[in-house]
């Protein structure tokens, strides 16, 4: 079963093609990041008319990079949410239109389950049950998975998300857009100092989050005076360490609570290199195995949304009838079916 995946619920366009039988036969990603730029943030209608300008000409590339013809698709996964309502409208509409055309059934596919499940397209995939780490720039939660859409909530954050954090800490620091990898790229040239800032809900026993004090405590480093480059960057050494601390101790304690072995990393905060260094010496100490996805499969994507997709197309769902689609801004991950 050939399987093409559109992702377009924010600032990236992807467009991919998954085979069940071959798996990844291509796949491509356009960033917004230029664009928006120059606002300091995504502004959701201009992300909306970017989607509209990339998606033929992706499919055209990846439809080539593949060597695959439309008429070869079975089916389409795009994301229903959640996400920008314009910009998941794009996306949707485009991916239901296509399969109109080409007689084939259309899925929607949650966003952060693609994510979830993109650790799978490695060539060593964990195996079922396992607890997952979902942490990027909107969403921070640890999910106790057992199965493809049975997903159990253990725990998220209570306000800011990890990557979100991260984006308002780096523009206090008078950092460009995207503000984490910048952040974090500053932080190499960091160190320990006198400087401590909290560590937020480590100690709580419980699987919560919190960042949105510890981004205060980066502004009331920063507030009223001028900081040395050297203090600019011990100061986002000392922010990362505080962020990945509570993140890999949280994500161990929820491998135990559960009685497994396995840990799977998922999100565009994934592929922060002192999170993942983190994670394998503490889990190496339990005997907890982490799993990640890809680099370039961490951002968003559509390799996630065709393999998400044809999972569920392989159980037997086949979405809404022909021409009928919406999209859920909002959606609780725990609300997915199981398959």
Known sequence: ?????????????????????????????????????????????????????????????????????????????????????????????????????????????????GHLLSPLLAADPPAF?????????????LMWVTGIGDYELL??????????????????????????PQLSALAEQGGP??????????KSGDFQFSFSGLKTAVLTQVRGRTLSARERADLAWEFQEAVTEVLAAKSVMAVRHCQLDRLVVAGGVGANRRLRQRLDADAANRGIRVHYPEVALCTDNGAMIAYCG??????????????????????PLDTVRPV
């Open 1 to 113: 079963m050939l399987v093409l995946g559109i992702e377009s619920s924010c600032d990236e366009t992807g467009v991919a093609l998954y085979d069940t039988s071959r798996g990844l036969l291509g796949h491509a990603v356009h960033t917004q990041v230029a664009m928006h730029e120059a606002y300091g943030g995504v502004v959701p209608e201009l992300a909306s008319r970017d989607h509209i300008r990339r998606l033929v000409p992706l499919l055209r590339g990846v439809l080539e990079q593949s060597g695959a013809r439309k008429e070869d698709i079975d089916g389409v996964a795009y994301t229903a949410g959640p996400g920008l309502a314009g910009a998941l409208l794009v996306g949707a509409s485009f991916a239901v239109a296509l399969s109109v055309a080409l007689g084939v059934p259309a899925l929607p596919v949650h966003h952060l389950e």
């Open 155 to 180: 725990g998220e954050s209570v306000d800011d998300a990890a990557g979100e954090a991260f984006d308002k800490s780096a523009k206090l620091l008078g950092l460009g857009y995207p503000g984490g």
């Open 310 to 331: 044809a999972q569920r197309l392989l159980a037997g769902e086949r979405g809404p009838r022909a021409g009928a689609f919406g999209v859920k801004p909002r959606w």
């Open 129 to 141: 049950p396992f607890v997952a780490l979902l942490v990027s720039g909107g969403h921070t939660q």
């Open 193 to 202: 100092s006198g400087l401590k800032l909290p560590r937020p809900m480590l």
